[in-house]
């Protein structure tokens, strides 16, 4: 391998960054994924486009949490990274196949973690990449389960929900409250992001609220005061699901 420079990210470089991430998840799922799944795809053009849409979002708003790795053959790694108030968040972070287990993770990492050294708390979804988990656990992460559902909805089985709504402009502050007291910061700029992306929902039930994001197949954000509006919530989004047959959930 070349020499490898850790550079800040530059708008250019995020095309070849997304190339870099289609590779390394396509890559990672084909390692990964139970056999009786179904075959991992490549992004389609347009998911692709949402990925650069999204990542110029978080260069506009944290360009000292983005960062590349380049060789003499061009970039072959990426970490984004944003801070909302007292939170640092990893958005996303890959090193091209073939490249990966060389230690070129770990000083993208640590460049993009430095952004958020003034935060009390860091967040990451992690993949279950055991080069990722390492680097993690390494980076003195704790970790907590994540829960990954597939299938299509039962709809005969799917309650009645009271409380849930679409959200309005106005939820916004009590949003960003109520993410801030769960994590240390609101979402901020990324409202526009994730209502791109995904449908907001907003809970008002006996016991609390919460909000929550989902795109009909997949559910971005969900945060609640209690765990019964956080079910009610989530039985919201699954009510939305498509009928498709597979339905992805992530918490
Ligand atoms: C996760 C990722 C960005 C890390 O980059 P990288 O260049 O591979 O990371 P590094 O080489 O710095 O570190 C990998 C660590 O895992 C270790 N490792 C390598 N293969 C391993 C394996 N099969 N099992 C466990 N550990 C392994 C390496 O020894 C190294 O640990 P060390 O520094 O203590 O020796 C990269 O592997 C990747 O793109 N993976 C696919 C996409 C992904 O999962 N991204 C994370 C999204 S949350």
């Known amino acids: 391998m070349t020499e490898v420079l850790i550079r800040p990210m530059r708008d250019a470089d995020v095309p070849a960054a997304e190339q870099i991430s289609d590779e390394a998840f396509f890559e990672l799922d084909r390692r990964t994924l139970p056999r009786d799944w179904p075959e991992p795809e490549r992004r389609t053009p347009a998911l692709s486009a949402s990925w650069i849409s999204r990542t110029r979002g978080f260069l506009e708003h944290d360009p000292g949490g983005c960062w ?41 990492l640590e460049a993009a973690d430095a952004y958020g050294a003034h935060c009390a708390t860091g ?26 559902l597939r299938g ?24 960003d409250a109520l993410a801030r007291r ?55 989004c699954l009510a939305g699901a498509g009928r498709a047959r597979t339905t992805w959930c992530r918490t």
């Open 68 to 108: 590349v790795a380049e060789d003499g053959s061009g970039v072959v790694g990426f970490a984004t990274s944003f801070v909302r108030e007292q939170v640092w968040c990893l958005a996303t972070y890959a090193v091209r196949p073939g490249l990966q287990g060389q230690g070129v993770g770990a000083r993208l």
């Open 123 to 148: 967040m990451l979804s992690a993949s279950v990449d055991p080069r990722a988990i390492r680097r993690y656990w390494r980076a003195g992460f704790a970790f907590h389960p994540q829960m990954l």
């Open 152 to 175: 299509a909805v039962d709809r005969a089985r799917l309650p009645v929900v009271d409380g849930v709504r679409e959200s309005r402009p106005g939820d916004v502050p009590m949003m």
């Open 182 to 236: 769960l994590r240390g910061g609101g979402h901020g700029p990324d409202h526009a992001a994730l209502a791109e992306m995904a449908r907001p929902l907003v809970a008002e039930t006996a016991t609390g609220h919460g909000f929550a994001y989902t795109d009909g197949a997949r559910l971005a954000v969900l945060a609640a005061t209690d765990d019964a509006t956080a079910r009610a919530l989530l039985w919201a």
